[in-house]
């Protein structure tokens, strides 16, 4: 297991499907509580520009890369990491669960449109008998009496884990901001996880993605809502590739 590396400016733990669920297993045999969080390219972009999502990643037990060009990066810098380092949700979401279903977890899902989250936990509980699974949209206000809804029904249902699917910064910033009401012992930023599940948002193909091209995919998929992600924030990031590459040359 590769230890804690430094990318981007960033910290990352690069962690492959079975070594995440690992940690998950550890958390709850100790019954802590931590965050499993992601880096990918966009978030490296918000990382340094704002900063509770600086705060956020600072309060996180575990940080994998969910994004191809960080694993092409850290090779390059000599790092060693492989594809397999690149753990995304769509790849992790049925693992994950089958690993809950066999140790009895109960799972709680908060994120997507009203309707979605349950159309994709219809299907996950029809592939895995016995899931222990509740969700919740995430069309709520986070600052009003809708978020103190939302926090008794997640504990009263008690998960194990709890995954929080409200989007780049908004899922971290709602974590931060209740973290101490949040008992689960693995706190989970999972993005449009169910929405791909549930197909309201299309699946990349996995070939393109095990090639880096993901992007190019989702670009074309959704380019009102992702232009700037994938047009803009890259040419922030490459100014920080830059650096580490002088950095790494003066070091060799």
């Known amino acids: 297991m590769i230890c804690r590396q430094e990318l981007l400016g960033v910290q990352v733990d690069p962690r492959t499907i079975s070594e995440l669920n690992d940690c998950i297993v550890e958390a709850c045999d100790l019954k802590e509580h931590w965050i499993i969080a992601n880096h990918n390219v966009h978030s490296v972009y918000l990382y340094h520009h704002d900063a509770k999502m600086r705060r ?9 890369v969910d994004g191809m060009a960080l694993v092409f990066l850290g090779r390059m810098l000599g790092q060693g990491f492989t594809r397999e380092h690149r753990v995304t949700y769509v790849d992790w979401v049925q693992p994950l669960l089958q ?37 919740r949209d995430g069309y709520f206000d986070v600052l009003g009496a809708g978020n103190d809804t939302v926090l008794a029904d997640i504990r009263e249902f008690r998960p194990h884990i709890l995954m929080i699917g409200m989007g780049m910064p908004r899922q971290e910033h709602w974590i931060l901001n209740n973290l101490e009401e949040l008992e689960a012992h693995a706190i989970l930023t999972a993005g449009a996880c169910f929405d791909y599940v549930a197909g309201s948002v299309p699946t990349p193909p996995r070939w ?45």
């Open 56 to 64: 956020f990643f600072s309060r996180a037990k575990v940080i994998h």
């Open 208 to 252: 393109l993605a095990r090639l880096g091209f993901e992007w190019l995919f989702r670009l074309c998929s959704e380019p009102k809502r992702l232009w700037r992600r994938y047009l803009i924030e890259p040419w922030f990031v490459l100014g920080l590739l830059l650096r580490d590459l002088r950095r790494h040359r003066t070091k060799a």
């Open 99 to 135: 690993k809950a279903r066999e140790n009895n977890w109960r799972v709680y899902y908060l994120g997507g449109e009203p309707g979605v989250a349950e159309r994709a936990a219809q299907i996950l509980r029809g592939n895995i008998q016995g899931l222990r699974l509740k969700v």
